[in-house]
């Protein structure tokens, strides 16, 4: 049964992922959240909820052109289309089930938007106590370098189903894709919950989320068998 490990801890796997207009997220901010709900209901994983919204920007802000130009979304459709981001902050609350894993491919960066967005304009206590796995993570532990979405679509033979599209929505279909495959290969994705890994040479970017084991990420040894050898 497809993803059969997780199910047996979680009623929902809710992979989100954000398009911002840069990389530092106590400045930056998100401009298009979206999400995919899976259950497993009757054997079979179904799609329980899709959610893709353009998010209004801060007084003054504004899209950068190399923005623009990866994901199309301009200042002007943010102007007209965006949604203000207190009412994305309470859809996402909707989303959240007591059961709930966040998954998403580099959660870190992710997280942390979705942490700043929550602090300003809805409630970030909703990701307390959630449990969080990074398909990023994973990936590194599979594959050797480089390990962009784009690389793991490619090397799981998935190009034409999905595509890496830097639009939110694209992403995350992409993301579930990856997912499923990884647990084809090998049944171990419970054992990244909450166990997050970066490149020793870049250190971990921006601050630790206290809910997060981080280790440096060598590959070859499975993560958490490297991180069970440093307890």
């Not at 106590?26 to 353009?54: K, S």
Request: net charge negative.
């Amino acid at each position: 049964m497809a993803l059969e490990t997780l199910f047996s801890q979680y009623q929902r796997l809710l992979v989100f992922d954000t398009e911002t207009t840069g990389l530092q997220c106590a400045r930056d901010e998100i401009i298009e959240f979206a999400a995919v709900g899976l259950e497993l209901r009757g054997g079979a994983v179904e799609t329980v909820l899709e959610y893709d919204q353009l998010a209004a920007l801060s007084p003054g802000g504004f899209v950068p052109d190399q923005i623009q130009k990866l994901t199309g979304i301009s200042t002007q459709t943010l102007r007209e289309r965006g949604l203000p981001k207190t009412r994305i902050c309470r859809d996402i609350a909707a989303m959240l089930t007591e059961s709930t894993l966040l998954l998403a491919y580099n959660a870190h960066f992710d997280l942390s938007f979705l942490f700043y967005t929550l602090l300003r304009h809805g409630d970030p206590a909703i990701l307390k106590g959630r449990d969080k796995l990074d398909l990023l993570t994973v990936y590194r532990d599979r594959r050797p370098y480089p390990h962009k979405l784009l690389n793991a679509i490619g090397a799981y033979g998935l190009e034409g189903q999905v595509q890496n599209s830097h639009r939110a929505l694209d992403d995350v279909w992409a993301t579930v894709a990856v997912m499923k495959a990884m647990d084809r290969e090998k049944e171990d994705l419970l054992r990244y919950v909450n166990l997050f890994g970066y490149n020793p040479r870049y250190g971990l970017s921006g601050k630790p989320i206290g809910s997060i084991t981080y280790r440096p990420q060598f590959g070859g040894t499975p993560l958490y068998e490297a991180a069970a050898e440093q307890v």
